[in-house]
T-cell receptor, first 114, second 115 residues
Framework: GNSVTQMEGPVTLSEEAFLTINCTYT??????LFWYVQYPGEGLQLLLK?????DKGSNKGFEATYRKETTSFHLEKGSVQVSDSAVYFC?????????????FGTGTRLQVTL | DVKVTQSSRYLVKRTGEKVFLECVQD?????MFWYRQDPGLGLRLIYF???????EKGDIPEGYSVSREKKERFSLILESASTNQTSMYLC??????????????FGPGTRLTVT
């Protein structure tokens, strides 16, 4: 079956530091890949996506590149802010058919300090 | 903007009680989902519904049931609550036929404590 593996957290960084959160996946075929973010007290919201190999998703300064050869979709940001403190989930979608479902990683908590 | 609302943010129930968690979405989405979120385990799918009166078991359906009588509403039912069902419950919706078939929209969550 499909699975997503994320690096363990929490990740603690100082403001303006460089962020990498690793994500690798196992799936057949060509899934779509996502990063969702959950701010304190809220539900998840889509941060970025990539639907095919070598696509780069980007949003709010975050980026991730779909690497089929390494089955990875690592999240990066060049300079984090305190407001980026949240839990980040990597996820995959095998297809977009009627009954398709997301498979989530376990989440990585990011804490950014001044 | 899509809005997914959940009936309660916090709920405290006693062991053995029947518990209803309600979720409503306002974008005419076909698919709706119930997850539970636990530290170190991420999101685990309990049940999902791909249309009215349609439902399928997710990865951890034991101890839960669902109801979808109307397209906008998806209810999660704990027939007899137990302490191991203490968790954060998240509802989500999606339209696989819309112009953003990949994006799921989540509610704010219900933190359920069973004592």
């Amino acid at each position: 079956g499909n699975s997503v593996t994320q690096m363990e957290g929490p990740v603690t960084l100082s403001e303006e530091a460089f962020l990498t959160i690793n994500c690798t996946y196992t799936a057949t075929g060509y899934p779509s890949l996502f990063w969702y973010v959950q701010y304190p007290g809220e539900g998840l919201q889509l941060l970025l996506k990539a639907t095919k190999a070598d696509d780069k998703g980007s949003n709010k300064g975050f980026e991730a590149t779909y690497r089929k050869e390494t089955t990875s979709f690592h999240l990066e940001k060049g300079s984090v802010q305190v407001s980026d403190s949240a839990v980040y989930f990597c996820a995959l979608l095998q297809n977009t058919g009627t009954a398709s479902k997301l498979t989530f990683g376990t989440g990585t908590r990011l804490q950014v300090t001044l | 903007d899509v809005k997914v609302t959940q009936s309660s943010r916090y709920l405290v129930k006693r062991t053995g009680e029947k518990v209803f968690l309600e979720c409503v979405q306002d974008m005419d989405h076909e698919n709706m989902f119930w997850y539970r979120q636990d530290p170190g385990l991420g999101l685990r799918l309990i049940y999902f519904s791909y249309d009215v009166k349609m439902k399928e078991k997710g990865d951890i359906p034991e101890g839960y049931s669902v109801s979808r009588e109307k397209k906008e509403r998806f209810s999660l039912i704990l027939e007899s609550a137990s302490t191991n069902q203490t968790s954060m419950y998240l509802c989500a919706s999606r339209s696989p036929t819309g112009n953003r078939p990949y994006e799921q929209y989540f509610g704010p969550g219900t933190r359920l404590t069973v004592t």
